[in-house]
């Protein structure tokens, strides 16, 4: 499920947007404040990002730069939100690498189509490519597991785990980071959950569950 974070200080149009993009099938959240989407950032990175312009701590369009600037999170698709009445906004935007805009005020139906036209554009179809490392291989679109050729039955959780960790190969992922993308936020177990499901992975990948290391007290990794 691909994930959108929304950054917005009108609370009435943060909840009409965050309802009607978990109605179409997205995972969202919303921030009225800029500082607290950094914070957010810097545990999980989102497939898209609505951000509007006018922020009560910092101006979208530097929000939008500071983006950009960094290499860990600049090619996230980003569609700017503008006043109808703030042409060169717009302008600024796309110069500093918007890759859509909407202006208020806007239908729901619009919302929805725009950000599941640059989903497309983008690749966040990342979620139905094939993933590949080494011996391992997953289909999304089939939610197909295969090790040497040979396919392995795995839990939901499991091949959400293990997909997640095959998008991230190379990368040290913080046990918080996925236990946060994995169970969600409101997720009230513990995270030993998270060691249970690295174990029986390994065990059903084999020999190819050597590919999932620990990294003591921060997290795992997959290389």
């Not at 545990?43 to 006018?54: E, H, K, S």
């Not at 805009?101 to 179809?125: D, N, Q």
């Not at 590919?211 to 795992?220: C, K």
Request: hydrophobic residues 40%.
């Amino acid at each position: 499920m691909e994930q959108i974070y929304i950054v917005e200080d009108d609370k009435n149009i943060l909840e009409i947007e965050m309802y009607a993009l978990k109605s179409a099938g997205y995972e969202v959240t919303g921030f009225e404040r800029a500082s607290e989407f950094y914070e957010k950032l810097d545990i999980t990175v989102p497939d898209l990002i609505l951000l509007d312009i006018m922020l009560p701590d910092e101006d979208g369009l530097h929000v939008l730069r500071r983006i950009r600037e960094d290499d860990r999170i600049a090619n996230i698709p980003v569609i700017m939100v503008t006043a109808k009445s703030s042409e060169i906004d717009t302008v600024k935007g796309l110069d500093l690498g918007a890759d859509d805009y909407i202006t208020k005020p806007f239908g729901i139906m619009e919302l929805i189509s725009r950000v599941k036209a640059l989903l497309r554009r983008s690749g966040s179809g990342k979620e139905k490519q094939r993933l590949e490392l080494a011996e391992i291989v997953l289909e999304p679109e089939q939610r197909l597991c295969m090790v040497n050729q040979q396919p392995i039955e795995l839990t939901f959780k499991e091949y959400e785990l293990l997909a997640f960790l095959l998008r991230n190969a190379g990368i040290v992922m913080k046990r918080n980071v996925l236990m946060d993308r994995i169970w969600g936020i409101d997720f009230e177990g513990e995270s030993r959950t998270l060691d249970m499901h690295i174990k029986t992975l390994r065990k059903k990948l084999g020999n190819a569950g050597n590919h999932i290391q620990t990294v003591r007290n921060v997290g795992y990794i997959v290389k």
